[in-house]
């Protein structure tokens, strides 16, 4: 009978853009996911990459000295070709006895990021490293992992984004979870894609809109083994969630990551991922909800928090050219959708509060939109710009007196060279002490 084992949150780390990171700088980075209660790092490494064992001894050695903080290898087969899979053993076994190393049933766990082509390397390297493995082969669907099932120790999709203008539902998680007949599955949970990088061809953008906090409640529901954030810092795909080193941003990325800071995605974390691992959805208050004020704090802690975390693009859709970009990938035989419908010209607001409250989004000088958080916890709203630009303004409201306050950056249809930036520019309540008193329109 298999163990349980506690559910873990990892981000991925992308160690091909933390080439010129110090290891004063992975630290801060580990502190900063700690604070957002993430578990560790899985660290993307591509065999290409003549200094990946150097990056990687500064961040194991970088956990070690912070501790309570749990690191794993995850092999890029598809950046440059297959690993040798004599240098996937060495490099297991140069890391696995690290105390900052995960281990999963007893194992010290090990991830791909495709490679189904070599899966027959596995068996191999699992005896030479006493590895447990839950590898990325999405290619291959649910159904085509099922003959895998004897190698693989479970399995991590790569599909946390919806195909076109619709919102990502956990369909394709649930038929992951089923194929693996009680293995683990790791889940995927990302905010944002959008890429825009000729020289490796790429430049389309899927849906966020609405899915970091869609995803959380997903998660929360279907309570996978091990959840993964795609990703920490990968900045050319727009989802990261961590701290900007411009170091690491890749050749032509910077006109669109520049200004679009993304550290508030981590400011609520700690409640998603504590409702995940507890269980208990009272955390994440839907607005019917009935979860009283008392019922919340016993389970959140005595002092509730009460926080603002908001994104949107600063470009409206039409206000510039699109610079080639497309929704979906034709490249993977998606169909081709015009970007500004699958990338909606709203704003999207989540507001933890500790007390039925009225949550008010203004943009510009237009009307306020309010909006009423009737019972405890984290909610979720969306504004469309309707026309109008200018600096957004955010409070929670509750006896007629702002609780908390924010202002966001200006939408604005003057576009960088002309081009629509289909990044999102993310803040949050947590960053704006300084910003000046807003004042509303009646």
Not at 39 to 59: K, S, V
Not at 176 to 188: D, F, Q, T, V
Not at 244 to 251: D, M, N, S, T, W
Not at 395 to 403: F, L, T, Y
């Amino acid at each position: 009978m298999v163990r349980s084992e506690p559910k873990s949150v990892f981000a991925h780390f992308m160690v091909g853009n933390a080439a010129g990171m110090t290891s004063t700088q992975w630290e801060s980075d580990i502190h900063e996911a700690q604070k957002a209660h993430i578990d560790g790092f899985a660290l993307n490494i591509g065999p290409q990459d003549g200094y990946t064992d150097q990056i990687l001894q500064r961040a194991y050695g970088a956990a070690e000295a912070i501790g309570n903080f749990s690191l794993f290898l995850s092999f890029d087969y598809a950046s440059a070709g297959p690993w040798p899979a004599d240098r996937v053993i060495s490099t297991i076994n140069m890391f696995k006895d690290s105390p900052a190393q995960f281990h999963y049933h007893g194992r010290p766990l090990v991830s791909t990021f495709e490679g189904a082509a070599n899966s027959a390397d596995w068996p191999n390297i699992k005896s030479a490293t006493g590895c447990a493995v839950i590898p990325n082969w999405t290619s291959l669907g649910p159904s085509g992992i099922a003959s895998h099932l004897d190698t693989i120790d479970g399995a991590f999709s790569w599909d946390a984004w919806a195909v076109g203008a619709e919102d990502k539902t956990a369909g394709s998680d649930m038929a992951w979870k089923e194929s693996l007949a009680g293995k683990p599955y790791m889940m995927p949970v990302a905010p944002w894609f959008y890429t825009n990088l000729p020289q490796w061809d790429k430049n389309w953008l899927w849906r966020g809109d609405n899915l970091w906090h869609n995803r959380w409640q997903q998660v929360i529901e279907m309570q996978p083994s091990l959840v993964q954030i795609i990703s920490w810092n990968d900045y050319g795909e727009t989802h990261y969630i961590g701290p900007v080193y411009e170091a690491g941003i890749p050749q032509g990325a910077s006109r669109y990551v520049s200004n679009c800071p993304h550290d508030a995605w981590r400011v609520l974390l700690p409640q998603y991922i504590a409702a995940y691992k507890s269980g208990n959805s009272v955390e994440i208050a839907s607005p019917i909800s009935t979860a009283t004020p008392r019922q919340y704090r016993r389970n959140v802690g005595k002092s509730v928090e009460e926080k603002l975390v908001f994104w949107y693009k600063l470009n409206p859709s039409t206000s510039g050219s699109a610079n080639g970009t497309t929704g979906n990938n034709p490249a993977m035989g998606q169909p081709v959708v015009a970007p500004g419908e699958v990338s909606q010209d709203q704003v999207f607001v989540t507001a933890s509060v500790a007390a039925p409250s009225d949550v008010r989004v203004q943009i510009g000088d237009g009307t306020p939109s309010i909006f009423r958080a009737s019972a405890p916890g984290i909610q979720h709203y969306s504004v469309p710009f309707n026309g109008e630009t200018g600096p957004v303004k955010f409070a929670i409201v509750r006896n007629d007196q702002d609780v908390v306050t924010a202002i966001g950056q200006a939408i604005t249809d003057e576009c960088e060279d002309g081009n629509v930036n289909w990044n999102a520019f993310v803040g949050s309540s947590d960053n704006s002490l300084n910003e000046p008193k807003i004042r509303w329109l009646n």
